[in-house]
């Protein structure tokens, strides 16, 4: 089956435009996740939607970042302004059954935020 | 809140020799623990998990037991290859919180031949 699919890969921006990231999560998943993960860093958590609902979104930087699920299946998040401590790689993960926690998560394969 | 540590890295073996990557969390509830793997211009991928304590978890070769007694998740490989060399993350997901995880800071491992 097809992994999960992000798009771009690797985008550079000056500080205070806006970039828009997308994610197509593997076929038939009900939970997608968006994080962040800083060079050195663990990933962290952004937002995560159950099938088009926001099921926790505590640490997303509301003032700047946004997201959605359209039609619960593909997801933008978008970055308005960028800050330079927005570059990181952003991670999108998909997992197939809502609230089972053993669920495994599936990873794509990043797209990398460079801030100048 | 939730947190996971990990041994801090690099981490550099020769080839064949006994690895340990140490994971200890705090968590409020009851977690499922995990161990991601992430090679070199690769995404992350599960290497393998365990969803309650003394569950043993294990996959090509690696082994981790959940140990509630410690909170630890301890990764162990009796031989490891060059093949092996890449970041490693511990994660747990609480069984209260529909999915959320937590993620360590990863450990950087390099085998040489």
């Known amino acids: 089956e097809a992994g999960v699919a992000q798009s771009p890969r690797y985008k550079i921006i000056e500080k205070r435009q806006s970039v828009a990231f997308w994610c197509n999560p593997i076929?038939?998943?009900?939970?997608l996740y968006w994080y962040q993960q800083i060079l050195g860093q663990g990933p962290k958590l952004l937002i995560q939607f159950q099938n088009n609902g926001v099921v926790d979104d505590s640490q997303l930087p509301k003032d700047r970042f946004s997201a959605e699920r359209l039609k619960g299946v593909d997801s933008t998040l978008k970055i308005q302004p960028a800050k330079l401590e927005d570059s990181a790689v952003y991670l999108c993960?998909?997992?197939?059954?809502?609230?089972?926690?053993?669920?495994?998560?599936?990873f794509g394969p990043g797209t990398r935020l460079l801030v100048l | 809140g939730n947190s996971v540590t990990q041994m801090e890295g690099p981490v550099t073996l020769s080839e064949e020799a006994f690895l340990t990557i140490n994971c200890t969390y705090t968590?409020?509830?009851?977690?499922?623990l995990f161990w991601y793997v992430q090679y070199p211009g690769e995404g992350l991928q599960l290497l393998l998990k365990a969803t309650k304590a003394d569950d043993k978890g294990s996959n090509k070769g690696f082994e981790a037991t959940y140990r509630k007694e410690t909170t630890s998740f301890h990764l162990e490989k009796g031989s490891v290859q060059v093949s092996d060399s890449a970041v490693y993350f511990c994660?747990?997901?609480?069984?209260?919180?529909?999915?959320?995880?937590?993620f360590g800071d990863g450990t950087t491992l390099t085998v040489k031949p």
């Open positions: 993960a998909s997992s197939q059954n809502p609230g089972a926690n053993q669920e495994t998560q599936y």
């Open positions: 076929s038939g998943h009900a939970t």
């Open positions: 994660a747990l997901i609480l069984n209260t919180n529909a999915g959320k995880s937590t």
């Open positions: 968590a409020t509830g009851y977690p499922s």
